[in-house]
């Protein structure tokens, strides 16, 4: 987590950010342009050419005004803490996510090639907590999402029928409708969820899909350097956790009980909800208190 002497910093590459993604943005749009007043010249054979690279362009400018308007929301937002009371948590990039969105709260989760868990970045303490339980029972929107679901939805009591075991602990959270779409590029795989405590999340699809492909092809390659572990540095990645203590606690249940990683997972999973308690507690005791799950 970034310190308040960090925070100049950091509101001023934010600025930055919002100001490149905004030219980036007018290029594009200037090339499409180009191609859509060329789009009924002849030759006739090259006019589906042309529709396809403007209409390509566009989507590449609605990627950079996403991206610019997510900067600019988490500068201004920074900027108000930094001037304000501090005594605040400090704003992190995925509430500016949801703010955009009109949510109450977002989460990002990125998988490894296997499905493991790499990430998670969440707008608050109750994105994370829906995360948690995602992680302890092993259903819900991000597990959908991995299976390969492109838009998952759920509102009201169709939480408890979609997901028997998630549903209702994420009502518990106060939590009434549930958006989820997949993150993908070249280099990950992953989940936008986002949460409400009103129902009907419909309208939501489109805008949480555009964003969610704004976060996988800009925000989460738009690494500015490596932290002393080696993780990436950048606007996402600095509030993200990495998960690397229930990582480093799977290895060794496996080591301890002799079994293959996924079956070491699970009985992280079980054990934590025999206990009810969040996967990454057992994770803790495991490491640090040589806690034995064989």
Aim: charged share 20%.
């Amino acid at each position: 987590m970034r310190s308040y002497s960090d925070a100049h910093q950091e509101i001023a590459r934010e600025w930055q950010e919002f100001s490149a993604e905004r030219e980036r943005a007018a290029r594009a749009a200037a090339v499409a342009a180009k191609y859509e007043a060329q789009a009924t010249q002849q030759p006739q054979s090259m006019q589906p050419f042309r529709q396809r690279m403007a209409e390509l362009h566009r989507r590449i400018e609605a990627r950079h005004l996403a991206c610019a308007r997510l900067h600019r929301l988490h500068a201004l937002r920074l900027q108000r803490w930094y001037i304000g009371d501090r005594a605040t948590l400090r704003p992190v990039f995925m509430a500016a996510v949801a703010q955009h969105l009109g949510v109450d709260n977002a989460a990002v989760t990125l998988f490894g090639q296997t499905g493991e868990e790499l990430l998670v970045a969440a707008s608050d303490v109750t994105a994370r907590a829906a995360h948690d339980l995602e992680l302890l029972i092993g259903e819900g929107p991000a597990r959908d999402v991995l299976g390969g679901q492109e838009f998952v939805t759920a509102n009201g009591t169709d939480l408890a029928d979609r997901w028997p075991h998630y549903g209702p602990a994420l009502a518990e959270l106060g939590v009434r409708s549930v958006v989820a779409v997949p993150l993908l590029s070249s280099r990950l795989l992953g989940a936008l969820c986002v949460f409400t405590s009103r129902t009907g999340l419909l309208a939501e699809i489109t805008p949480a899909a555009e964003v969610a492909d704004a976060l996988a092809t800009m925000v989460l390659l738009a690494s500015y350097g490596t932290a002393d572990g080696g993780a990436p540095q950048g606007t996402l990645f600095d509030d993200a956790d990495y998960l690397a203590a229930v990582h480093q606690a799977v290895g060794m249940v496996a080591v301890q009980c002799s079994c293959q990683l996924d079956a070491a997972l699970a009985l992280l999973r079980a054990r934590a909800f025999a206990d009810g308690v969040a996967v990454s507690e057992i994770a803790r005791r495991v490491l640090e208190d040589g806690y034995q799950l064989c």
